[in-house]
């Protein structure tokens, strides 16, 4: 949508995007939204809106403040916009290939494709392009042209995806900042590997790994390290399986991204280094 301006001073915005599911942008030079009274479901199932300045995101009770451009809005000036896109296809036989460009989808049935906003704060799985298909994912593929986003947030990407089994192309996310629930209910998934994948932008891991039942092992690069003020909790909540390089094993009292290192002499984790 464009123009949006043009309805600055309004008074009631009830139920104006509600359900508006395949919504991306909401695009204004400016915008007064002090004058608005009234706005009961204002941005209800508006799951794929994101606004142009940080990446954020509406949630489902969000009200008339966040109609507005800057930090912590959903609006965009097309001038200032920061956001940028993935493509994503889903093919027929499981796999979903995420890259910069649209994968090559000669001779395959797609089950599902679209974009996704690679730096969005999104909050719910519906945001995502294959979000009615999570079910039938079996394999994911990250292209190395996704290398060319300098900074992406994982929230709810793989969330319930409970036939996956192999992930691949980890290390060509550059500036990976947030993965709350990222993996959440992978029940199948047995190993993860996040060699050439940087934590040094990590915030939050608000239940990255939780009911991930299968988990037992986390590959990460001899250097990895969390930086200081990342928070997650339940990160590995019901991660059973899960075992650090030096033999640490599952405790349901450490599930927060504390446990988020490297299992070694003297440094309790889950993290293999190799």
Same mark, same amino acid.
């Given at each position: ?18 359900? /508006? ?24 199932? /508006? !799951? ?67 974009? *996704? ?31 060319? *986003? ?17 992930? !691949? ?17 992978? !029940? ?25 039942? !299968? ?23 019901? /991660? ?35």
């Amino acid at each position: 949508m464009s123009g949006f301006e043009n309805l600055s001073g309004v008074e009631d915005v009830t139920q104006l995007f509600t359900s /508006c599911s395949e919504l991306r942008t909401v695009s204004a030079t400016s915008f007064d939204n002090s004058q608005i009274k009234k706005y009961t479901s204002v941005l209800y199932g /508006c !799951s794929k809106l994101v606004g142009g300045t940080d990446g954020f995101v509406p949630s489902p009770s969000s009200g008339a403040s966040v109609l507005k451009l800057g930090t912590g809005g959903v609006l965009t000036d097309p001038e200032s916009d920061i956001r940028t896109w993935l493509n994503a296809t889903l093919f027929v036989d499981g796999e979903l290939k995420i890259g910069f460009a649209k994968a090559d989808a000669a001779g395959r049935e797609v089950l599902a494709a679209g974009k *996704l906003c690679a730096n969005a704060k999104y909050n719910a799985i519906q945001a995502t392009p294959w979000a009615s298909f999570g079910k039938s994912v079996k394999a994911v593929a990250i292209a190395a042209d996704a290398s060319k *986003l300098a900074n992406v947030n994982l929230n709810y990407w793989f969330y319930g995806f409970n036939a996956l089994a192999s992930v !691949s192309g980890m290390a060509n996310l550059r500036g990976v900042a947030r993965m709350d629930h990222t993996f959440n209910s992978c !029940s199948a998934l047995a190993e993860l590997d996040l060699r050439g994948m940087s934590p040094a932008a990590l915030a939050s891991m608000a239940y990255t790994f939780g009911a991930c039942t !299968s988990l037992a092992k986390i590959l990460v690069d001899a250097d990895w390290e969390l930086p200081k003020g990342c928070t997650g909790s339940s990160t590995f909540y019901n /991660c059973k399986a899960i075992v650090g390089g030096n033999g640490t094993a599952y405790g349901s009292k450490q599930t927060t991204c504390a446990m988020c290192r490297i299992d070694r002499e003297g440094q309790a984790g889950y993290l293999t280094a190799r």
